[in-house]
């Protein structure tokens, strides 16, 4: 962390830098330890969730022999999700926006110390995969986010919003 002198100030450029190398640092984190061996973990899972339910299929109830491969084929589906690139996108995208709004919190909160007072604004991503949550929040003072929502982006898994800042007029 780099130590400022007192009574110096982050410009907003310097405080978007910062907290976009944050972000992006914490998103190839999260990837890497999602997609870290997870295939091989997943496997083993699968194999033993498979092999303990045919067991208990056949041994428990003679006419569901063979009725396994349909249990161990739905946890395969559900464990291929969670192991998959899409999760790990999911979950990089929605840290991303976590990190990059909390860097920028704290950069509101030193230019508070110093006396600037920012006031936030929330900003979507407008494009075919905005959300009606985040049409519905763009260009939205602070003090208008619904009780839900107040502590700023993300409002949802895979959320691209962002709070813009200002100082008051």
């Excluded at 972000?23 to 999260?30: D, K, Q, S, T, W």
């Excluded at 091989?40 to 063979?66: F, H, K, M, V």
Aim: net charge negative.
């Amino acid at each position: 962390a780099t130590e400022l002198p007192q009574g110096s100030l982050i410009s907003h450029r310097d405080l978007q830098a910062a907290s976009q190398r944050a972000a992006e640092e914490r998103a190839a984190f999260v990837a890497e330890v999602m997609t870290q061996g997870t295939r091989e973990r997943a496997a083993d899972y699968l194999q033993a969730i498979q092999e303990a339910t045919r067991q208990a299929a056949t041994a428990d109830n003679p006419r569901a022999q063979g009725g396994y491969e349909i249990v161990a084929r739905k946890a395969r589906e559900a464990l291929e999700w969670e192991f998959s690139s899409e999760r790990a996108e999911n979950v990089a995208v929605t840290e991303t926006t976590f990190a990059q709004h909390g860097g920028q919190q704290i950069g509101r909160a030193v230019m508070a110390e110093r006396g600037v007072i920012l006031d936030a604004l929330w900003v979507a991503e407008l494009d075919e995969r905005t959300c009606i949550i985040c049409l519905g929040l763009d260009g939205k003072d602070e003090s208008d986010w619904p009780e839900k929502y107040r502590d700023g982006p993300p409002a949802h898994n895979l959320c691209r919003c962002h709070a813009a800042y200002s100082t008051e007029e």
